[in-house]
């Protein structure tokens, strides 16, 4: 089967046009992307579809991306269809909004190409994305702990975004172009390794096809497909429990916990996210694995447990008792009566950046100073309503209660010597009338931080740490 047969399969299997659609091609002038501009073209009058180029100018490169809009411009001039260039600067968005090129750069392309496609009227915006592409994909979040969903690669379709070359490999991608005579562009960039995705594509994968199978790649590829099916699935089955959830609870926009609990395991991390999506779909494709366990943390706290996550958007799971919500910006937490024994305990996971490697730890009054191996720094605040942990070395949920029998700090700083709750309350000299009314933040009998007294030492935040826990104690 050729290449051009490939695509006619892989538009046919997945339903990604309509005879009349109006589709928007993100074309860099690189071979994957001028590949699908000239697939579509073969195509147009079979499926009878209209195209229209946009490209994106990073405003990186200097010389070379102006070739290549010039490149772009020239193509799609030459057959006579729509194009339009959007310039973006990208150096001045990360400076003003931190983050990798890399991700911004796709943030910018899609906002772009879904802007142009509403200008257009067009239905449909496609990408250049291939096998290789979605072996990476697979592979890096694996390697970064990814659900199941990070695990399914890169679908054919998601919503108005499709991928006619999905199932071509890199390789039949070059020898069709040449077979075809049609001249593309190469980045520079694709050759260096600053970026996660090159490494994996430029060492990683190469040495998996080299010494372990030539097919690796389509075999990964091939897997994540398999998920993406069983993915879709188990959504299906996700938003059915999650209708079933939302007409059991005491208020609009609630579900009660213990029934939430009763779902299969498998099911509840995307319940979460179907819950949330209601409110919020950006903010819950921002949900990591973090926040998936946390909420789940907060979900598995004994009866009367009341507390609240910090979510993508601005947004908080938010548990009272018996029953959780969400809620974005300072919606309360408390029940009917607004009154609660206990502070409410909110906590944020942030995950560094994978080039961010601690060096030191500095701890000073008022704050948390972290240093990184690329010489800088980040100061965290801290008070005695806050403080930082290494989320990582947490086996049990957190939840803020009263003191229970079995209690224990560790207190040395290789997290090795435990000492009693008991004792060291006495140590403290706390009034023992005091004892049973201090707010604790523990996990499992651990107790992580008396608020205003002590913090244990084995989740301190070390050189090892990679995502951090926030825990803040507000309210009375």
């Not at 579509?40 to 209209?50: G, S």
């Amino acid at each position: 089967m050729n290449s051009l047969q490939i695509v006619r399969e892989t538009i046919g299997e997945y339903h990604l046009f309509e005879p009349g659609d109006g589709v928007v091609a993100g074309i860099s002038g690189g071979p994957d992307s001028v590949c699908l501009l000239q697939m579509l073209l073969r195509l147009a009058d079979l499926y009878r579809i209209r195209i229209a180029v946009l490209h994106v100018h990073h405003g990186i490169r200097g010389e070379e991306a102006d070739a290549d809009a010039r490149f772009v411009e020239e193509m799609a001039e030459a057959y006579g269809l729509p194009e339009k260039t959007v310039r973006v600067d990208l150096p001045g968005i990360r400076e003003a909004e931190g983050g990798s090129l890399e991700e911004l750069g796709r943030r910018e392309r899609y906002r772009a190409l879904e802007v142009y496609r509403e200008e257009l009227g067009f239905q449909k915006i496609a990408v250049g994305h291939h096998l290789e592409d979605s072996a990476e994909t697979v592979l890096m979040n694996l390697a970064r702990g990814s659900g199941i969903a990070g695990l399914a690669g890169i679908p054919p379709v998601n919503g108005r975004i499709i991928r006619p070359l999905i199932r071509l490999s890199r390789k039949e991608i070059l020898s069709w172009l040449g077979a075809e005579g049609i001249p593309f562009r190469t980045d520079s960039t694709n050759r260096e390794n600053e970026y996660t995705r090159n490494r994996v594509r430029n060492h990683v994968l190469p040495m998996l096809e080299r010494e372990v199978n030539p097919a690796a790649a389509k075999h990964i590829a091939a897997a994540g497909g398999q998920i993406y099916q069983i993915r879709n699935y188990l959504q299906d089955q996700a938003g059915a429990a999650a209708d079933g959830l939302l007409t059991k609870a005491g208020r609009e926009g609630a579900f009660p916990v213990p029934e939430f609990l009763q779902v299969h395991p498998a099911l509840q991390p995307l319940v979460l996210r179907d819950l949330l999506g209601r409110q919020d779909e950006e903010a819950a494709r921002g949900l990591t694995e973090a926040h998936l366990r946390l909420m789940h943390h907060v979900l598995q706290n004994p009866a009367g447990f009341r507390g609240s996550v910090s979510l993508p958007g601005g947004w908080r799971l938010c548990r009272d008792r018996d029953q959780a919500f969400f809620v974005q910006g300072k919606g309360a937490s408390e029940g009917e009566d607004g009154v609660s024994e206990l502070p409410q305990l909110r906590m944020t996971v942030i995950e560094l950046p994978e080039e961010k490697q601690i060096t030191d730890v500095v701890q000073e009054e008022g704050q948390l100073i972290l240093r990184f191996s690329d010489g800088s720094s980040e100061i965290l605040e801290q008070n005695s309503c806050i403080r930082w942990f290494d989320y990582d070395r947490i086996e049990e949920p957190v939840n803020l209660r009263y003191r229970e029998t079995g209690d224990y700090l560790y207190v040395s700083t290789d997290g090795r010597m435990r000492q009693s709750l008991k004792a060291l309350m006495i140590n403290e000299k706390i009034p023992a009338e005091k004892r049973g009314r201090m707010p604790l933040v523990a996990s499992g009998s651990e107790i992580l931080w008396i608020p205003g007294l002590r913090t244990g030492e084995r989740c301190r935040i070390g050189q090892e740490t990679r995502r951090l826990l926030k825990l803040m104690v507000h309210g009375d």
